[in-house]
């Protein structure tokens, strides 16, 4: 198995501009999330899903977007980037049952200038 | 959710036990606690979880006394790689969301 796994690894956006981040995992996972680590600060949560077709907020969703056609896949759009918007992101997969064990993907770099 | 406390660094040598503690007040009885790890550059990994008095794994133990209030992880005999920040969250099984307060960043010296 690839686990969860991330693309790209780092990206730099211009103000303005949009793009989304992809996440895959191949583990049939029902949950998938996404979140924001700002430097030397714990993580926050952007968004989430429960399973396919079903997606919710969680504490900083402005600015992002989220879709889940299907159960492996959960793209993080940005709608139109802002120099807040510079993270590390990343995206977590697990089982319904067992929400609180998430599998955590190698993360996506993003400066925006 | 529950708000978490934990301290924000923690010193340690090479071959010692490290005990984490992180305080939870108003947990609630549906929460579970769980601890994750994670290491410079990468996502954090899932260590352990429980709900009450002691579960051990391969890698660490977790005490939680009756009143649920606050609990401890136990790394036995820690090596310089476990220098990495420990995330103690709290949540209930009614809800999917986990919440990252700013972990303890353990060091572990020679």
């Known amino acids: 198995n690839a686990g969860v796994t991330q693309t790209p690894k780092f990206q730099v956006l211009k103000t303005g501009q949009s793009m989304t981040l992809q996440c895959a995992q191949d583990m049939n996972h029902e949950y998938m999330s996404w979140y924001r680590q700002d430097p030397g600060m714990g993580l926050r949560l952007i968004h989430y899903?429960?399973?396919?077709?079903?997606?919710d907020q969680g504490e900083v969703p402005n600015g992002y977007n989220v879709s889940r056609s299907t159960t492996e896949d959960f793209p993080l759009r940005l709608l139109s980037a802002a120099p807040s918007q510079t993270s590390v992101y990343f995206c977590?997969?697990?089982?319904?049952?067992?929400?609180?064990?998430?599998?955590f993907g190698p993360g996506t770099r993003l400066t925006v200038t | 959710l529950a708000k978490t406390t934990q301290p924000i660094s923690m010193d340690s040598y090479e071959g010692q036990e490290v005990n984490i503690t992180c305080s939870h007040n108003n947990i609630a009885t549906n929460d579970y606690i769980t601890w994750y790890q994670q290491f410079p550059s990468q996502g954090p990994r899932f260590i352990i979880q429980?709900?009450?008095t002691k579960v051990t794994n391969e890698v660490a133990s977790l005490f939680i006394p009756a009143d649920r209030k606050s609990s401890t992880l136990s790394l036995p005999r820690v090596s310089l790689s476990d220098t990495a920040v420990y995330y103690c969250l709290v949540a209930g099984n009614a809800g999917n969301m986990l919440t990252f307060g700013g972990g303890t960043r353990l060091m572990v010296k020679p």
């Open positions: 977590a997969s697990s089982y319904n049952r067992s929400p609180y064990e998430q599998y």
């Open positions: 429980g709900y009450k």
């Open positions: 899903s429960v399973g396919a077709g079903i997606t």
